[in-house]
């Protein structure tokens, strides 16, 4: 491969990452809207299993996002009532949160969500696990790497 087409297959992969990137928010969000739901709102709401509380912390950690992200993310979910803040008793300053009633029905619907928006990618079945593998791939080799550098 010359040096013109690894210049031209890096602007491709460039504009690649951001359309596709783009289109699969903007899908989501078209089908996220009818269940007045953001994209980010539904991503942690997703990651909270049904009534296990989970500490702010380990949502950050986990869904790589910093505390000046979640915050808001949580006042917004709690305002609509989805979720609860439960502060641990030994420290008052470690709080978990989990779905109230509210959100645990709201997170039956995600089901839906995830099966229509996959079907509007239009892929194969083959396709679509050998996507899944190069995004695990790509997070395996530059997202989860450095989170573990920094935990280190």
């Avoid at 803040?85 to 619907?109: N, P």
């Amino acid at each position: 491969m010359t040096s013109n087409d690894l210049n031209q297959m890096r602007k491709e992969m460039c504009y690649l990452f951001y359309i596709t990137s783009k289109e699969v928010v903007n899908i989501f969000n078209k089908h996220l809207k009818e269940l007045d739901i953001s994209f980010p709102n539904y991503i942690v709401l997703l990651y909270i299993e049904n009534e296990r509380p989970i500490f702010i912390k380990t949502l950050c950690d986990e869904l790589y996002l910093d505390s000046g992200t979640i915050s808001p993310i949580i006042k917004r979910l709690e305002k609509k009532e989805l979720i609860e803040r439960i502060r641990t008793a030994d420290d008052e300053r470690r709080v978990k949160v989990r779905l109230t009633d509210k959100g645990l029905e709201l997170k039956k619907k995600f089901a839906r969500v995830s099966e229509e928006v996959i079907q509007q990618f239009n892929m194969k079945t083959e396709d679509s696990i050998e996507y899944l593998q190069i995004l695990r791939t790509f997070a395996e080799k530059n997202i989860y790497s450095k989170n573990d550098e920094v935990k280190s």
